[in-house]
């Protein structure tokens, strides 16, 4: 008993400790703010103080109820979820609630129906569709695109200031340069909805410029600068991009305190994605339908280790997200395209449930709305699709041989991710036989 007393002590003078501490590092966190000037100046402040205070009292309430065998809500914590706890603890987040979401995936996994979830969530989002393409082009041209260390510097830091608003950097790799932060040239603007509503979409002068049309309305050059305010605006943020390689790469945007990003790494079997490719952008994969035709695949060539080097940076990213490093906590997450194609709504809840985003009525209407169509899909970058159809097409599509060269190079990528081999042509077009097994990614103690 006088033990329990002697903690119970312990504790009261820990927080009289605490509040006093709390009360220096306020009046030392309002003099350093106010040495701030205004570019410095966070766009939601943190309150520091709060943050230590809290953080320390939830440890001194995990303690003593462990030390006193009381109940309450830490006392039934796993090991993990108190390591989980206190990592948690020690981040401080200036985001004032804001969340940034990150698609990652590759060309062809369904990145573009997927990022709609979140374009089409509503008011409170600011979505960006591909705008590394800028980057990767601007450094193709000079010669740079090779320098993996280069793009992943340049690539991190761009979507850094795209997440803070900013869009001074990627006006740099934007050709015709923009004219008083004014471009007709941002890539794909029309797939932003943040980007074809007003004040954003300024009305044309004079109705001629075809090329800057939003899919619901006529826009006129793109204002960067009204862009960023209504950025500022918006209560989160989303990007989706293709062209990030190696996860790893992204830690400091990640634990970037000014952030609160969530990563969701986008994946589909590498013998689908092959098949689209081949149909999507034909004139760059005429070598694979040249095998295709002969049945032979020599498997040293160019494109097969290209292909083999496309899935490992695949798999050792989705490595690293599911190994939980400590700067991924909570912020990771690996979907499988098939399982958004077969359960697209359901799929959907679990991404917002593990953003921390409120899954919206006009997301959820645009999600039934854009896949049951009967339609045929238009153009390759369609989103309207029956999307349960969609997933299995591929199969009638690649030859046989081509599957094989696909399992023999990218087998640990497809065993990780639950991918079945097929063993012949028969087994390969047999819709009653499914190739994706059932399985499920603990990388976030929010997903499903």
Not at 132 to 156: C, D, F, P, S
Not at 315 to 334: D, H, K, N, Q
Request: hydrophobic residues 35%.
């Amino acid at each position: 008993m006088k033990t329990k007393y002697a903690i119970v002590f312990i504790c009261i003078v820990a927080l009289v400790i605490i509040e006093k501490e709390s009360n220096i590092l306020s009046r030392v966190s309002d003099k350093l703010i106010q040495r701030q000037t205004p570019q410095q100046t966070p766009q939601t402040p943190l309150d520091y103080n709060n943050s230590t205070q809290n953080g320390s009292l939830s440890m001194l309430k995990m303690l003593l109820s462990k030390l006193t065998g009381t109940s309450g809500n830490y006392s039934n914590f796993s090991e993990e979820e108190e390591e989980e706890e206190l990592d948690g603890l020690g981040r401080y987040s200036y985001s004032g609630g804001r969340k940034h979401i990150l698609l990652l995936a590759t060309t062809r996994t369904g990145s573009s129906f997927v990022g709609e979830f979140f374009n089409q969530q509503g008011e409170n989002m600011f979505y960006l569709f591909e705008p590394l393409w800028h980057v990767e082009r601007m450094l193709t041209m000079a010669g740079e695109a090779n320098n993996g260390t280069v793009l992943a510097g340049i690539y991190k830091d761009v979507l850094q200031a795209l997440f803070l608003c900013d869009f001074s950097p990627l006006e740099k790799f934007i050709s015709p340069p923009p004219q008083d932060h004014v471009t007709p040239a941002l890539f794909r603007r029309e797939s932003s909805v943040s980007l074809c509503e007003e004040p954003v979409c300024s009305p044309v002068i004079k109705d001629v410029f075809e090329r800057y049309h939003c899919k619901t309305r006529r826009c006129g050059p793109l204002n960067l600068t009204l862009a960023s305010e209504s950025c500022l605006a918006k209560k989160h943020y989303a990007v989706k991009t293709v062209r990030v390689r190696q996860l790893e790469t992204l830690q400091p945007l990640v634990e970037d305190p000014r952030l609160d990003v969530r990563v969701i790494q986008l994946v589909r079997d590498p013998r689908a994605i092959l098949a689209s490719r081949m149909v999507a952008f034909s004139s760059k994969y005429k070598t694979w339908k040249t095998w295709a035709q002969d049945g032979q695949v020599p498997e040293d060539d160019e494109e097969v280790k290209r292909l083999k080097g496309n899935c490992d940076h695949i798999r050792m990213s989705a490595e690293v997200g599911l190994s939980r490093p400590r700067w991924l906590r909570r912020r990771y997450m690996l979907v499988r395209y098939e399982d958004i194609a077969r359960f697209p709504m359901q799929k959907a809840e679990e991404m917002y449930r593990f953003t921390g985003i409120p899954f919206s009525p006009q997301a959820r209407e645009w999600i039934l709305r854009n896949t049951q169509t009967t339609q045929e899909a238009r153009g390759i970058y369609s989103t309207q699709k029956n999307s349960s159809e969609q997933a299995e097409k591929w199969r009638f599509s690649i030859p046989f041989t081509l599957a094989q060269v696909v399992q023999r190079v990218c087998g640990p990528t497809m065993k990780l991710f639950g991918y079945r081999f097929v063993e012949d042509e028969k087994m390969l077009t047999n819709k009653s036989i499914s190739l994706l097994e059932d399985k499920f990614f603990h990388s976030s103690k929010f997903q499903l």
